[in-house]
């Protein structure tokens, strides 16, 4: 059985920044990154540290693959931020919350009652309020947001989400959100965070509707989270792998002047 005691070390952060936090959208690979910068700086009386690939996957249990994503979209997103060039990148948490994107109207901290600023007066015990059947077998199935997505609590409301971002997009629009396509989103959930799903599926609209890219075949929802979310989940790597150079030509095509001419040459040595 666990039983942290603070005695053996706690993270100290300032109330203003959870109130804060609290109005933000983070996903969970989001959430992991964030609570690990802050275990690693705050954690050791540190404002930024030297953080590899490597102690982001043993900290957070992510993939390599995903911890790039997030981190990316953490800085996009101003809530974190990085000091130099690797292997010497100095993470950081930007606390100036201001400054973040995405944010709600964070709520001032609500001042403490006259009894609760009294440090050696002990709180009033609280009877225990008993956990119904489904809170109970929520509390100790699932222990992080990972497993919470895996476990299918969430899944009605992903489920949705991606769907409607889908449909948003005009590719190929559903009427209806069919239990084929539920099992398909679903297989993928355990994978990828719906996050990284939705992107990938603006991706590749951006992919298919730019003049500059060759790839145009559409798919629907299911084929493409079947063959082809893979290929969209990084945006540059996309835009590399499906680009038309000024010779109007896909990449890795040859261009005219690469033409090999060695049928050609077997040709007139033979005539030689």
Known sequence: MANPQKEDGYTEIANEILDAIAFV??????????????????GWNKKKDVISVSQWQKGTGLDRRHIGRTLKRLLTRNIIGVNGKSPDKAWFFQKDYEKWDEVVSPVEATPLSPVEAIPDLPPKPKEATPLSPVEATTKTQYKDT???????????TFLQEIFNHWNAQKIVVHKKLTDSIKKTIKTNLKDYPAEDIKTAISNYALILNGPDYYFKHKWTLRDFLNRGLDKFLDLETAKSNYA?????????QKKPYEEDFSDTKALLAKQE
Do not use: A, V
């Not at 959208?25 to 705050?42: A, D, G, H, Q, V």
């Not at 990972?146 to 009605?156: C, N």
């Open 25 to 42: 959208n983070l996903s969970p690979y989001e959430w992991r990154c964030l609570i690990f910068l802050w275990r690693k700086t705050y």
């Open 146 to 156: 990972h497993s919470l997505q895996k476990s299918g609590i969430f899944f009605g």
């Open 244 to 252: 038309i150079d000024k010779w109007g030509m896909k990449s890795g």
